[in-house]
């Protein structure tokens, strides 16, 4: 077995979490497997967490327990904050969680004032899909996630979250000159991909993205005419991952 061990979110339902794992893009020998209930020992193994929305009630107490095996290092890996507005006024202060501080090398997704040192955006940016040229066949597309979403109608070109096809997802977000989402992903890759970006938000996952989308009252709303295109942004994801793995190779040589 590998010295280093990834953990994610690896279902077959939900797209952005199936290819948020560092080992896909760089050149990291890891046994990728899944972060809930995870058996693993950890006992002079290196720990990459991420990424995904996992600075959540539910996860953050498996990631707690991993921590718990004392692994040799923990990289937390462009994880992120996602929780809704009623778990904020519930619980109180429930962003960086001290469990974070244990950690050897931390990269959290959100950009919030006093903690951008921390900032790295999510890896899936070196996905080579990102380097091909698409087409533009439509004004707007809706891509939604397939369970939190309240999207009515069928007029526009739809696509689900759930579309378990990298490629596929990739090429129908290239094909529009804007998107409307309600996926955090879906927000992400679409403003990696150079388009105007219209966001239905459940959970503050979506308020921290650096570069701010426009937000809608609900993904069922018209839609304003602005054009928020971000230049440059994928090669600054893509250059945050290229410091970042050296960092994680620095620690764990």
Same mark, same amino acid.
């Given at each position: ?33 899944? !972060? ?5 020992? !950890? ?76 900032? !790295? ?133």
């Amino acid at each position: 077995m590998s010295k280093t061990i990834e953990v994610h979110r690896k279902v077959h339902n939900n797209v952005g979490d199936y290819f948020c794992n560092p080992s896909r893009y760089f050149s990291i020998d890891a046994d990728s497997q899944e !972060l809930m209930h995870n058996p693993t020992p !950890l006992d002079n193994k290196d720990l990459i967490v991420g990424g995904g929305g996992l600075i959540h009630k539910k996860f953050s107490k498996h990631i707690q327990m991993l921590l718990d095996k004392n692994p040799r290092t923990s990289t937390l890996w462009g994880i992120g904050h996602n929780f809704g507005a009623k778990h904020v006024s519930k619980v109180g202060d429930v962003y960086y969680p001290n469990w974070i501080e244990r950690c050897d090398l931390i990269g959290i997704r959100d950009w919030i004032d006093g903690y951008q040192k921390w900032y !790295l955006p999510c890896v899936s940016c070196m996905h080579p899909c990102f380097s091909f040229d698409y087409d533009v066949r439509h004004d707007t597309v809706y891509f939604i996630h397939a369970f939190k979403t309240k999207y009515q109608s069928n007029e526009m070109p739809v696509m689900k979250n759930n579309k378990m096809n990298f490629e596929d997802v990739i090429a129908f977000l290239g094909s529009a000159e804007t998107v409307v989402t309600d996926s955090y992903h879906g927000a992400y890759w679409a403003q990696l991909l150079g388009k105007n970006v219209h966001v239905a938000s459940w959970s503050v996952k979506f308020d921290h993205m650096k570069h701010q989308p426009n937000f809608l009252e609900s993904i069922n709303s018209p839609l304003p005419s602005i054009k928020n295109k971000i230049p440059g942004f994928l090669e600054e994801c893509q250059e945050y991952n290229r410091n970042f793995y050296q960092k994680f190779r620095n620690i764990t040589s």
